[in-house]
């Protein structure tokens, strides 16, 4: 299976900073990649696919970008709203895999 | 709109077997693949396996083959997960997603089932 892997695990900003996670993979995925955002108890939301494209109805301060291995997800300035736990995810592969997420608070 | 609608939380003892269903509406239920994703109390999202409404046919993760099973029934629009076998560590929000292709993102989700193991 292929392996994703997120950096950090953890994040405190500020409401108006500039945040970047980082996801991995452990063998090229080309620019299968997606991103999402997760608030509790509530399902996961797509903001992201294929590595660059911003899902419908996404604000468009949040952006990926990526290819190969290696991806990133920024948040150009940041909201309230944006204060939740972000997944990175593969569909390279028809065995799916998840990063182990990124748990974004406010400082 | 677009929906994915999920049975009720459940509690089930170890051992026994569980059976979530998925009730889509809104679009045409044989053209998208409905997976299916688990993610135990404060934990991440693992990703279980897929079927096919179309034609019924599925893929599991390496994890949970032999335990779990997928089936759709046309009629009624609707998917169901049975995972037997059931342990602790199965204790976990279930949640159905779908996507256009196989290789495509989740874009939509349902509101998620949770499933307790406990003696």
């Known amino acids: 299976d292929i392996q994703m892997t997120q950096s950090p695990s953890s994040l405190s900003a500020s409401v108006g900073d500039r945040v970047t996670i980082t996801c991995r993979a452990s063998?090229?995925?080309?620019?299968?990649l997606n991103w999402y955002q997760q608030k509790p108890g509530k399902a996961p939301k797509l903001l992201i696919y294929?590595?660059?494209s911003l899902q419908s109805g996404v604000p468009s301060r949040i952006s990926g970008s990526g290819s190969g291995t290696d991806f990133t997800l920024t948040i150009s300035s940041l909201q309230p709203e944006d204060f939740a736990t972000y997944y990175c995810q593969q569909s390279y592969s028809s065995m799916y895999t998840f990063g182990q997420g990124t748990n974004l608070e406010i400082k | 709109q677009v929906q994915l609608v999920q049975s009720g939380a459940e509690v089930k003892k170890p051992g026994a077997s569980v059976k979530v269903s998925c009730q889509a509406s809104g679009y045409t239920f044989t053209t998208y693949y409905i997976h299916w994703v688990r993610q135990a109390p404060g934990q991440g999202l693992e990703w279980m396996g897929i079927?096919?409404?179309?034609?019924?046919?599925?893929s599991y993760a390496q994890k949970f083959q032999g335990r779990v099973t997928m089936t759709r029934d046309t009629s009624t629009s609707t998917v169901y997960v049975e995972l037997s076998s059931l342990r602790s560590e199965d204790t976990a929000v279930y949640f159905c997603a779908r996507t256009y292709s196989s290789s495509s993102p989740f874009d939509y989700w349902g509101q998620g089932t949770l499933v307790t193991v406990s003696s």
């Open positions: 294929g590595a660059s």
């Open positions: 063998q090229s995925i080309s620019s299968y």
């Open positions: 079927i096919n409404p179309s034609g019924g046919s599925t």
